[in-house]
C-alpha cells in the first residue's frame, strides 16, 4: 500500500497487540471475575466460591439476616459507604485548600526553578506508601513530634489522642493525594498569562480581586482534573484507614480487603467492588459533565509533565 | 540568570501568604521522610522516645534471612515485571501511534486502568482469577501484576521521546535501504533510549513499593520488603522498621532522581 510506503519504519498497528493483550488479560479479565464472583455463592470452607447463582452478595448490602432467619434492614454497609464519601470529600476540600495555593506560587517562579520545584514535590510521591503512612503513626502517636512539642510549649496538660481517630485517617488521606491536586491545577497556572492580572491591577484590581475574579477562573480546569485524581482513588483508598485509623473508621476498601480474608465471603466482597466500581464511573462520568474535556487534557498533561 | 523579567511583573505576581503556604506545604511532604529516617538512629526500642544516636537497627536489619529472602523477592519481581512491561510499553507505544481513532480509545482506557481502579480493587480481583485458573500465589503472580500496572508507568517517557522523533529520519533510514527491523534497532531504539531508562526506572520503583497487590498474592513464600515491613508494623513497632524503611526510602529516591535527569537531558 502507498500509504505504508510513505510510513517506512515508524512500525505498525500491531506492534501494540502483545501489550493490549497483556491488559486485557491481567486488567480486564479481574475485573470480569469479581462480577461474575459477585453472583456466585459462599463457599464451604470461605476461600473461593462456589459456582452456584445466587444474588445473597447484593442482599448483604443492606439487608442482615437474624438467627431465626428473618430479614431485616442493616444501614452498617450504607454508613460505610457514606463515609467513604464523606472522607473523600473532606480531603478533596482540604487538598485544594493547601494545593491552590503552592501550585500559583511554584507558576510564578522563574521559569528556570519551576522544574525542580515540581520535581521536589513528586519525590515523596514515589517513595512507598505504606512507609509514608507509617510515618504517621509515629508522628500523630502520644509521645509522638507533635505531642511533645505542644507538651513542652505547655499548651496541653496529656498528650491529644490523634492516632487511630478520624482525625489521623484525614491527614492519612490529605498527604497521599496532596500532589495529585498540586500538579494538575499547576499545569493550569503555568500556562495562565500573567498580563492578565496586570491589566486587572492597572484597572484599579487589588490582590484579592485579581486572584478571585482573574487566577481562580482561569485555573479551573486544573482545579477540576485535581478533585478527580483526588476524590476518586481517596474513595478507594486501603492503606490509612486501616494503619491510622485503628479500625474504627473503616472504608470500603477495608471492608472488601476483610472479606477476602478473615471474613471469608469472597462474594460478598466481589459484591462491595462492584459498587465500588460502579460509584467511580458515576463520578467519572458526573465530573466528565461538569468539565467538558478541558479538566481532561490538564489532567493528562499534568501526568506527563510527571513522568 | 542574566536577563531579569521585566519591570513591575514579578512582585504583582506575589499573592499573600501564598509563599508561606508553600512553605508549610513543602515542610508537611517532607515530614514523615524525615521523621521515619531521623528515628531510624534511635538507641531507644520506643520509637518515638530518643535515647541516643546508633546504627545497630541497620546491622541487625541487615542480618535479617527473612528480610534477606524479602529483599530478594522483591528485586527479583521489580526486575522482571519492569523488564516486561517497559518491551510491552515499547510495542504500546509505537502501536499506538499507528491505530485508527477508535480503537486508540479502547486501548487508553485500558492503559490507564490500572490508575483509575481502587488497587484493593485490582488486587482482590487478580487473586480470584489466579485462584479461579488455579495458578499458584508467590514471586510470580505477583509479577504478572504488577506488570499490568507498570505499564502505564514504562509507556508515558517512552511515548513523549517517540512523539519528538523527526519522522524524516525513518523515511532517510528506509531510503538508504533499512528494512522494518534494522530501522527499529538502529534507529528507533536508540532515539527512544532516555524515554525506555526513565520509563524502566519508573516501573521498577513502582513495582518496588507496592504493597496492596503483593500482600493479596503473596502466598506463603511470596513475601516482598513492604509485605514484611506491614508485618513488622503490625507486630511490634522499633526503630528497625524505619531503618528498614529508610533503605527503601533511599533506593526510590535515587532512582526517581536519576529518572528525573535522564529524561531532561537531550530534550
Known sequence: MGRARARAGQGSAWAAAPGLLYLIGLVLAPLVIIVVYSFLSRAKLGVGVKWEFSAQAYADLLFSESLAGGRSFDPTYLQIIFNSFLFALITSAVTLA??????????????????????????????????????????????????????????VESPIPMLYTPFATVVGLVYTFLPFMILPIYASAERFDFRLAEAAYD????????????????????????????????????????????????????????????????????????????????VLVAFAVLSKRSARVTGRSSWESML | ????????????????????????????????????????FNANRVV????????DWYLEVLQNDDIQRALMNSLRVAVVATALSVVLALGLAIGLLRLARSGNSFAWALIGAPLIIP?????????????QMRMPLGVNAITLAHTAFCIPFALLPIRARLKSVDLSVYEAAADLGANEWRIFRRVTLPLLAPGV????????????????VSYFLAGPGGTTLPVYIFGMIRNAITPGVNALSTLLLLVSVLIVSISYYTSRRKR
Open chain 1, 98 to 155: 493547601l494545593a491552590l495555593p503552592i501550585a500559583v506560587w511554584i507558576a510564578t517562579r522563574p521559569p528556570k526553578d519551576r522544574t525542580g520545584l515540581i520535581f521536589l514535590v513528586t519525590i515523596p510521591f514515589w517513595t512507598s506508601l505504606l512507609i509514608r503512612t507509617y510515618a504517621f503513626i509515629i508522628i500523630l502517636n502520644d509521645n509522638g513530634p507533635i505531642n511533645a512539642f505542644l507538651g513542652a510549649l505547655g499548651l
Open chain 2, 48 to 55: 518515638t522516645v530518643w535515647k541516643g544516636f546508633t546504627l
Open chain 1, 203 to 282: 484597572l484599579g484590581g487589588g490582590k484579592w480581586t485579581v486572584l478571585r475574579r482573574i487566577v481562580l477562573p482561569s485555573v479551573r480546569p486544573g482545579v477540576i482534573a485535581g478533585m478527580l485524581l483526588v476524590f476518586i482513588p481517596a474513595l478507594g483508598s486501603y492503606l490509612a484507614p486501616e494503619l491510622l485509623g485503628g479500625g474504627k473508621t473503616s472504608m470500603i476498601a477495608n471492608v472488601i480487603a476483610a472479606q477476602f480474608g478473615a471474613s471469608r465471603n469472597w462474594p460478598f466482597g466481589a459484591a462491595l467492588s462492584v459498587l465500588l466500581l460502579i460509584i467511580t464511573l458515576l
Open chain 2, 1 to 40: 540568570m542574566s536577563r531579569r523579567p521585566r519591570g513591575t511583573g514579578e512582585s504583582l505576581k506575589d499573592f499573600p501568604l501564598f509563599g508561606a503556604i508553600s512553605a508549610v506545604v513543602f515542610a508537611f511532604l517532607y515530614m514523615p521522610l524525615v521523621f521515619v529516617v531521623g528515628y531510624s
Open chain 2, 119 to 131: 488497587e484493593i480493587v485490582f488486587a482482590i480481583g487478580t487473586l480470584s482469577l489466579f485462584v
Open chain 2, 197 to 212: 531508562v526513565a520509563g524502566a526506572l519508573l516501573a521498577f520503583i513502582i513495582s518496588l513499593d507496592d504493597f496492596i
